[in-house]
């Protein structure tokens, strides 16, 4: 990451709430062929999340905790505050002086944009504010909201802008919650009503709807020069599994998420 740190772009994009489990069947069945195409060999890796609910586990990312590999470590890092003692900082580790990633990149020459999704991200209070606030640069609007049918394509849509209204010189951290996923979900099927509620079924339906709107974010953050891209699940949720539904409790469906990194080639 020290080679990756000031020479290419970085996107960091979460999908929150994705189950592992609903990911890698939808890849393994062909069901979301944008995202399987990036993915190395075609398939998520299967990791433990820092977290159980949106805030704790960003809150982890942000510091440099990404998801944890689902095996034995210890395991390298790739971002790292510098702090004596840590066992997974490593000479690949891209090491921040600074409380967190967000203000580490912003000091390595970064501009470090936030377009949020979920109610953590919505400015619309103190701990709405939270954070958005670790970026010079954040956007919501409803919209970009759990209760809109259409919140990834307006995401989308507005890093496009972003990119397009930044200097070519200029590196960009760029971070996208992508709310889609998250409770409610029931109007991503088709027939669904609101009476039936959100399902598992109905969960995957988002991810298809993502899958089919990430090749425009793809496209936009690999417009101007190589894009170091992470794509992750924050954490899972239940739907009945022994009983539980939801998430913040320790359950696998919760503690257990897909994630990918990968490189975005410059297009043409």
Known sequence: MNEVVGRDDLLLVTLDTLRYDVAAELAAAGRIPHLARHLPGGVWEKRHAPGSFTYASHQAMFAGFLPTPAAPGPHPRLFAAR???SETTAGRTFVFDTPDLVSGLAQAGYRTVCVGGVGFFN????LGDVLPGFFQESHWEPAFGVTSPTSFEAQVERAEQVVAELPHEQRLFLFLNASALHQPNWFHTTGATREAGDSR????????????????????LSSRRRCFAIVCSDHGTAYGDNG???????HEAVWTV???HFFLEPSA
């Open 83 to 85: 702090f004596a003692g």
């Open 201 to 220: 079924a109905t969960h995957a339906a988002a991810l298809e709807y993502i899958d089919r709107h990430i090749k425009r974010l793809f496209a936009a």
């Open 123 to 126: 400015k619309q209070g103190a």
């Open 244 to 250: 539980y539904a939801g998430h913040r409790l320790g």
């Open 258 to 260: 897909p994630y990918a």
